[in-house]
Each structure stands twice: as structure tokens, then as C-alpha cells.
């Protein structure tokens, strides 16, 4: 078994940056893709980006390409979300998610609100 546990999340301004960090503990060596999703009020979940172990492919949203930049340090144990020019439409829960031994783990998900 793995526990994740976010971090990195708050308040911005439009434009602004924001780095989230995932870390993984427990069977770290198990662990095998990486990702990162979110949920907006009212909204269904949404993966916003997706790493392998190796790191290569990377996967991304349409909607935060070019902005949103996801890498992870297996020596560290971190899987981490670059944010750069937020929009208000960023504003939501983001989690973080790992696949182990054919489950899915969750962090507790970390709060980010953009605003004008």
C-alpha cells in the first residue's frame, strides 16, 4: 500500500503561479504512474495531467497545455504540478493519484482558488 499526500495549494491572482507537490510514501518502489486530477464546484472530476514512472510520455488536458508542467523525482518520492498563468477556471480541488499493484491511490486533495 502507498499514501499520498498533497501540498502547494492556495490563493492566486489571474496570472499567477502555483507548484503542487505530491508526495508518496509507504511501497514507493510499487509505484508506477503518476497523475494529477481535479474537481470544480458543481464539476465532475478531471485529470489534468499524467506521468509515468519513467517520466516520458507525459500526458496533459487541452485545456492546460503550454501552462501546466507535470514531473516527478522517484528518488524523492514526489510527483510535482507546475501552474503557471492561472485562470479563474483553474480554481478547484486538485488531487493526486498513483496506480500500485493495479490500485488507485488518492491524496486528500489540496485547494487552489484564482481570482480576478
Known amino acids: 500500500q502507498v499514501q499520498l499526500a498533497e501540498s502547494g495549494g492556495g490563493s492566486v491572482q ?4 502555483l507548484r503542487l507537490s505530491c508526495v508518496i ?8 504512474p ?3 486530477y481535479r ?11 499524467r506521468i509515468t514512472r519513467g517520466g516520458v510520455p507525459r500526458e ?3 485545456s492546460v ?6 514531473s516527478r523525482d ?5 510527483v510535482d504540478l507546475q501552474m503557471d498563468n492561472l485562470r479563474r477556471e483553474s480554481t478547484a480541488v486538485y488531487y493526486c493519484c498513483a496506480s500500485a499493484e ?6 486528500q486533495g489540496t485547494q487552489v482558488t484564482v481570482s480576478a
Request: hydrophobic share 30%; charged share 25%.
Open 39 to 49: 474537481q470544480a464546484p458543481g464539476k465532475e472530476r478531471e485529470l489534468v495531467a
Open 74 to 78: 522517484n528518488d524523492k518520492n514526489r
Open 60 to 62: 496533459y488536458a487541452v
Open 25 to 32: 510514501s509507504g511501497k514507493t518502489w510499487t509505484v508506477g
Open 34 to 36: 503518476g497523475a494529477w
Open 65 to 70: 497545455k503550454g501552462r501546466f508542467t507535470i
Open 14 to 17: 489571474t496570472g499567477g503561479s
Open 102 to 107: 493495479g490500485l488507485d491511490y488518492w491524496g
